[in-house]
């Protein structure tokens, strides 16, 4: 895998057969091989994970795949934001090795029918609006282990439940992958970054800072003592439904382990949040009481 001469050139794949020969190669050789899986149309969330990995292995993976299964009938599969070109100039300026771009047909070839479900943690929050979604996410997340065989895999704790399910996945089949989870990256006015922003009117936009906006408040009240879940979440939602182009799909505290809800603060707990801003749904939390359990 030498970048030779002038050209600094990153190598695209389209091939799972490919991409599982190079895989093989550099494992053989004695490289760290990092994965950093995302659905392209990258923004600096992205990109930080990128970054990590960089720091922590030789070879850099990053796969960009627009994971059918993990989006219901009526989601926006169609409308995702894709541009490789964009994503590979974005992903060869952080010096990432290997673009991993698989076609829908390499991934569930004609007869596909596996599939992995992580299953109480799949249920609550985002699994309840989105039947289907995890087991999407965690059959996929699986299958690019399987391809890629990286030495860890890098994952962002904006989306928090889907990080855990990652986790509790390779434990229970005892995947040979260290899972490490990376802090949220924020636009300068507190939006955590994420692909769907690129949906927002600028009236959406100004409308979807009410979701940082509330979160800070919530943590607020806990650092001035409030531990009961009622106010904290009706803080929340007061905030958000200050906003004509709003609409709350969930609130709700939760352990920040198990994801079941909980009446009040006890040492820690996750506040986190689904939202539709006009026809776009945004996601977004806080782990009140720390760090919570997914960094490092
Ligand atoms: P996606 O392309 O949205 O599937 O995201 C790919 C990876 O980037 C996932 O591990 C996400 O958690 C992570 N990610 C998405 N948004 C952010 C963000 N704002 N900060 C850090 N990581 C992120």
């Given at each position: 895998?030498?970048?030779?001469?002038?050209?600094?050139?990153?190598?695209?794949i389209?091939?799972?057969?490919?991409?599982?020969?190079?895989?093989?190669?550099i494992r053989?050789a004695?490289?760290?091989?990092?994965l950093?899986?995302?659905?392209?149309?990258?923004?600096?969330?992205?990109?930080?994970?990128?970054r990590?990995?960089?720091r922590?292995?030789?070879?850099?993976?990053?796969?960009?795949?627009?994971?059918?299964?993990?989006?219901?009938?009526?989601?926006?599969?169609?409308?995702?934001?894709?541009?490789?070109?964009r994503?590979?100039?974005?992903a060869?300026g952080?010096?990432?090795?290997?673009?991993f771009?698989?076609s829908?047909?390499?991934m569930?070839?004609r007869g596909?029918?596996?599939?992995?479900?992580?299953?109480e943690?799949?249920?609550?929050l985002?699994?309840?609006?989105?039947?289907?979604?995890?087991?999407?996410?965690?059959t996929?997340?699986?299958?690019?282990?399987?391809?890629?065989r990286?030495?860890?895999a890098?994952?962002?704790?904006?989306?928090y439940?889907?990080l855990?399910?990652?986790?509790?996945?390779?434990?229970?089949?005892?995947?040979?992958?260290?899972?490490?989870g990376?802090?949220t990256?924020?636009?300068?006015?507190g939006?955590?970054?994420?692909?769907?922003?690129?949906?927002?009117?600028p009236?959406?936009?100004?409308?979807?800072?009410?979701i940082?906006?509330?979160?800070?408040?919530?943590?607020r009240l806990y650092?001035?003592?409030?531990r009961?879940a009622?106010?904290?979440l009706?803080e929340?939602?007061?905030?958000?439904?200050?906003?004509?182009?709003?609409?709350i799909?969930?609130?709700?505290?939760?352990?920040?382990?198990?994801?079941?809800?909980?009446?009040?603060v006890d040492?820690?707990?996750?506040?986190a949040?689904?939202?539709?801003?006009?026809?776009?749904?945004?996601?977004?939390?806080v782990i009140?009481?720390g760090e919570g359990p997914c960094?490092?």
């Amino acid at each position: 895998l030498s970048r030779g001469g002038a050209l600094l050139s990153m190598r695209v794949i389209r091939a799972v057969g490919e991409m599982r020969q190079l895989a093989e190669e550099i494992r053989s050789a004695g490289r760290r091989l990092a994965l950093v899986p995302t659905m392209g149309w990258f923004h600096e969330g992205h990109l930080s994970l990128m970054r990590e990995a960089r720091r922590r292995a030789d070879v850099v993976v990053v796969s960009v795949f627009v994971n059918p299964i993990q989006f219901g009938p009526r989601e926006d599969y169609d409308r995702y934001p894709r541009d490789l070109e964009r994503d590979r100039r974005l992903a060869e300026g952080v010096g990432v090795d290997v673009l991993f771009a698989p076609s829908v047909e390499e991934m569930y070839p004609r007869g596909y029918q596996t599939f992995v479900e992580v299953a109480e943690l799949s249920r609550p929050l985002c699994g309840q609006a989105r039947p289907g979604h995890f087991r999407g996410v965690a059959t996929v997340v699986l299958k690019l282990f399987n391809i890629v065989r990286p030495h860890l895999a890098i994952f962002g704790q904006k989306d928090y439940q889907q990080l855990l399910i990652v986790r509790r996945m390779v434990e229970d089949l005892n995947l040979d992958v260290e899972v490490v989870g990376m802090p949220t990256v924020r636009e300068p006015d507190g939006l955590a970054a994420s692909s769907r922003n690129s949906y927002l009117s600028p009236a959406e936009r100004r409308a979807a800072l009410s979701i940082p906006r509330a979160l800070q408040r919530a943590q607020r009240l806990y650092q001035e003592g409030t531990r009961e879940a009622r106010p904290l979440l009706k803080e929340v939602r007061r905030t958000i439904e200050a906003e004509d182009l709003t609409e709350i799909e969930y609130v709700r505290l939760c352990d920040p382990q198990t994801l079941q809800e909980v009446e009040r603060v006890d040492r820690q707990a996750l506040l986190a949040l689904a939202v539709w801003v006009g026809t776009t749904r945004l996601i977004d939390h806080v782990i009140l009481g720390g760090e919570g359990p997914c960094s490092g």
